[in-house]
């Protein structure tokens, strides 16, 4: 069961990785021509990402949320056992980075669904850049993490 949510969350993971990236590069200034493969990536229209991200967002902190019972029984004890404390340090800061990013999930949403302004510009681009780095940060923290407990059984 602990492996079909484990494979479950990663795939979700992933899903949410290329809904922000796309979002997130979207927001940023467009120095290169659509014709190139960097321009048509970040020429996605944004606003439609933002339900998207926020299901995800959230669907993918519950299965977290399923999956951290069996990480504090068999993976912390065996981390700390390996004296690997930058793990499970890096694991701490992931769980504040998820639980700040689903408190800043009401003003993303506030502010992809009012009308463009000039500062709502500033607010959608910090915010997504925000919620961008909190998956990245996410999604590399644990597929490592994942990695090492598989290396030592």
């Known amino acids: 069961m602990v492996t079909t949510i484990l494979i479950l969350h990663g795939l979700l993971a992933v899903a949410l990785l ?3 990236t796309h979002q997130a ?4 200034r467009r120095t ?3 014709s190139s493969f960097v321009g048509r990536f970040r020429s996605v229209e944004a606003a439609g990402y933002t339900n998207a991200v926020i299901v995800l967002f959230v669907v993918t902190s519950v299965f977290g949320a399923l999956l951290y019972p069996p990480y504090r029984l068999d993976v912390r004890p065996t981390l700390e056992d390996l004296d690997m404390r930058a793990a499970n340090g890096v694991f701490e800061i992931k769980e504040h980075l998820a639980a700040i990013g689903l408190g ?3 003003a993303y949403w506030v ?3 009012t009308p463009l302004t000039a500062d709502g510009m500033v607010a959608r681009r910090y915010l997504t850049c925000i919620l961008a780095f909190v998956v990245w940060w996410n999604f590399l923290v644990g ?3 994942n990695n090492i407990r598989g290396l030592f059984p």
């Open 18 to 20: 290329g809904a922000i």
């Open 25 to 28: 590069l979207s927001t940023t």
């Open 32 to 34: 290169s021509p659509v």
């Open 104 to 106: 800043l999930l009401p």
């Open 111 to 113: 502010f992809w669904r």
């Open 143 to 145: 597929h490592v993490l």
